[in-house]
């Protein structure tokens, strides 16, 4: 979407021309946002004191340029994913209200973009079903937390997370895989998320290269925009990376880091096979390139467990482990844990204390005496074959068309290439509209392109729901093909 093609097309200073730009302003600063319907004609007339013709010319200038929607008998809306294309040119040459431009479409995760949409079916977020999650029990473990520690609340956790939190996770690295790592090592963060943000605001700087896996995790993309980073896709598949590519790139391009997702990734669910990591280390050691490796699903596997981390081979401090719990342990809770060696913590603790000083103790106790718990233990188990049934389930659902992936191993994701007829993004508007939703293939790529792409979520949706909610998306597939 170009905010400014209007100028093209009527010239300057008409009054179409301030209709226009009335509403392209009131969507960057957030008075409408996506989805959100628009004045009247004759309210917006009544307001800008302009004639009602003159409204209704700007609004058809509006939804030919892609900025609104209208849908029969109820008037115009705020097209969704607007201003996904916004360009750097439009940017550059706005309005004085830039700067709030520049925070809608630059500052923005595209995935909760989609996220707000409140629909029936969600297949686009990758959460687990609450009904899989023992809340019963984590209630009464929550109020046993507050007896053992009654001053919880009445004090920070320090910067890096508490002590004892830390002191455990460093022995159960050492005693799960063997991984030696010192509680000053490791920092505890408010999500992975954070943890991604927290590297890319003290590692990088506007214009280093940065490797980044085609596809990605989409927020990762956004936090690395937001950067102004150069981001350099490598493609991963089923039998992970190409090495003799991402040498070539890391001798050439001399990027900083290597953002990785190299577990049951999302959105494809693929699986860097373990040959691979112990090359690639050595690769980021001779060209001085750190990879972080963020495992969010690492213990979320169907058959064999997953190969080791990176973080097992490192032995020059090159790589960065993140590993976040919030899928499986309690979502709400959101802890993760970030290990790297003193001379890269030293540079990110200090970023985690101007964003929010310490995540809050309260949850870090709660985490900490549930994680290491037998309980959590017995509820991982029967977690993963639930989730491996629901994976069966919306697998056998879409066994009739002709859509294909690559069925993973782990994870919570179909990765799932459509026709070439079907308009992807044509595809969600019609499902957001009938209460689907999933997450266009675009968004995952760092190119922005893989239009034929969708990621689908089978761990939110009981079996009874991912029936109706694939029924539909086929069904909304089939009336919005293309011959
Ligand atoms: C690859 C990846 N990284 C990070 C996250 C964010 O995790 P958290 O909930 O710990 O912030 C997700 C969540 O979907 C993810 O898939």
Partial sequence: MKLSLMDEKAGKGTLQQLVYDTVAKGIATGEWRESDKLPSVRVMAERLKVHRLTVLKAYQQLLEDGIVEVKYKSG???????????????????????????????????????????????????????????????????????????????????????????????????????????????????????????ISRSLVKSGDAVLIERPTYSPAIDVFVQQNVNLLPIEITPQGYDLEHIEYMMRTEKPKLFYMNPTFQNPTGYTVPATQRKALVELAER??????????????????????????????????????????????????????????????VPVKALSDNGTPLLTQKIFQHYFFSSRLQEHVAKLRIALELRKARMENL??????????????????????ETINVDALLQQCLAESVAFVPGRICDPLDRMESWIRLSYSYLSEVQLEEGIRRLVEISDRVKQD
């Fill in 287 to 348: 060209y001085e390139c750190i990879l972080v490796e963020d495992e969010v699903y690492h213990d979320i596997y169907f058959g064999d467990p997953p190969p080791l981390p990176f973080f097992y081979y490192d032995t020059e401090g090159y790589v960065i482990h993140i590993r976040s719990f919030s899928k499986y342990v309690a979502p709400g809770l959101r802890i993760s844990v970030l290990a790297a060696r003193p001379e890269l913590m030293k540079v990110i």
């Fill in 76 to 198: 115009y809306f705020v097209a969704s994913m607007a201003g996904g294309d916004v360009s750097a040119d439009s940017l550059a040459s706005s309005p004085p209200w830039e700067y709030q431009a520049r925070s809608l479409y630059v500052n923005r995760s595209r995935l909760s973009d989609i996220h707000r949409h409140q629909v029936d079916y969600q297949m686009s977020e990758a959460l687990i079903d609450p009904a899989l999650l023992p809340n019963a029990f984590l209630s009464n473990h929550v109020k046993q937390v507050f007896d053992m520690y009654p001053k919880v609340l009445s004090t920070y956790s320090s910067v890096s997370g508490d002590l004892e939190l830390r002191e455990e996770m460093a022995r159960y690295f050492m005693e799960k895989q063997g991984i030696a790592v010192h509680p000053e090592e490791l920092l505890i963060t408010t999500g992975s998320q954070q943890a991604i943000d927290l």
């Fill in 398 to 419: 879409l066994a009739a068309t002709d859509w294909s992936w690559s069925s993973p191993g782990g994870g919570l994701n179909l990765w799932i290439r459509l026709p």
